[in-house]
């Protein structure tokens, strides 16, 4: 089958389309026949090797970690999935014909399968961050980062947690927050002003997603350090802000996506599809770090 593999640390133009073996679904995983991939900032910062110390792989390394599809393979031990059944999860190397998921839940009817392939890996994180900062109805809550894969996440799952939502993007992703039920505000200089305009008061917790060096900034808005939460700048501790901690429950996290996908308040839209031999491109453009959604890798 076909795969996306990088045989060095590098650029975007180390990934290459390989012919390799099928992977097989181990203990408590499936494989699916991926239709679509996500791309995340994750997926070029492994190809860098800005992880590579904590992290050291064997190369050639397929890259993705996020996919959608039909299962065509059920490991030992796995319950409530068949063959056949549409899904979308996390794994390993999935920009590929075939990956391997060890997390993943049914897709509902009516999502596509590009834009469910977005959903894993931003959703798993803003659930996770949601719930570490408490984010309770009637509180109000400002994302540094709004337009992103886990800023659109963040935002549409803090709404329809009852929470009062402050975005901040660039000019061209204004709408994109404010069709979210959030008010945008443009990021740069002045923006704790601009934010003052919209609320008064201290704002209950701010999210960090976009790593903008923006930690103190956050936490005058705040008023306190410890409601303020970065999941990109790991300079937070230094100013008494927390960076978010791994783990968390990522079917539920999907779940509660997904519900409320079926409700009709909740998208991650794809902003691009790439096909497999356009990885380098996709990647390349993830990091360029400007997205409103996802990118997807598309395999037919
Ligand atoms: N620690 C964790 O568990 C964890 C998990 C997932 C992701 N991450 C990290 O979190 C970061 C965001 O991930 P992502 O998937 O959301 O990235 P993404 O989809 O590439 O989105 C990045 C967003 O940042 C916005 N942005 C760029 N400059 C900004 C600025 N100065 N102020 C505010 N927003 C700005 C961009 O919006 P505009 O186009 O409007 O500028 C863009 O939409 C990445 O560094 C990723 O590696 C960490």
């Known amino acids: ?41 994750v997926d070029w910062k ?44 996390s794994g390993s190397a999935t920009y590929a014909e075939h990956a391997v ?16 392939a977005g959903y894993p890996v931003p959703v798993g994180t803003a659930v996770r961050i949601l719930n570490q900062l408490a984010v309770q109805p009637g509180q109000t809550i400002l994302v540094s980062g709004a337009a992103g894969g886990v800023g659109t996440a963040v935002v549409q799952l ?3 947690r009852g929470a009062t939502v402050i975005g901040t993007a660039s000019e061209r992703n204004q709408d994109h927050v404010r069709s979210m039920g959030a008010t945008p505000t443009i990021y740069g200089d002045g923006f ?10 201290n704002i209950d917790a701010a999210f960090d997603i976009a790593g903008a060096g ?5 936490i005058e808005l705040t008023g306190d350090p410890s409601r303020v939460l970065s999941i990109a700048d790991y300079s937070a501790p230094e100013h008494g802000a927390a ?35 356009e990885a380098s491109d996709a990647q390349g453009a993830s990091a360029g770090g400007h997205v ?5 890798i598309t395999v037919s």
């Open 1 to 41: 089958m076909r795969a996306v593999r990088f045989a060095e640390y590098g650029g975007p133009q180390v990934l290459r389309v390989d012919e390799v073996d099928e992977p097989h679904a181990g203990v408590g995983e499936v494989r699916i026949a991926v239709r679509a991939a996500g791309v995340n900032a």
């Open 46 to 89: 492994i190809r860098a090797g800005y992880m590579s110390e904590q992290m050291p792989l064997p190369l050639p390394f397929g890259t993705g970690v996020d996919a959608a599809r039909v299962v065509d393979e059920v490991g030992e031990g796995v319950a409530g999935v068949r063959v056949g059944d549409a899904v979308l999860g």
């Open 101 to 116: 998921l060890t997390t993943w839940v049914l897709k509902p009817e009516g999502l596509s399968f590009e834009e469910a």
């Open 158 to 160: 803090a709404v329809a």
């Open 192 to 201: 704790v002003g601009r934010v003052r305009e919209i609320v008064a008061g």
């Open 214 to 218: 923006v930690i103190p900034e956050l």
């Open 243 to 277: 960076v978010a901690s791994p783990g968390g429950d990522a079917v539920a996290a999907l779940t509660e996506a997904t519900r409320l996908f079926t409700e009709g308040r909740f998208h991650i839209p794809v902003e691009r599809t790439f096909a497999l031999d």
């Open 292 to 296: 409103a959604g996802r990118y997807i």
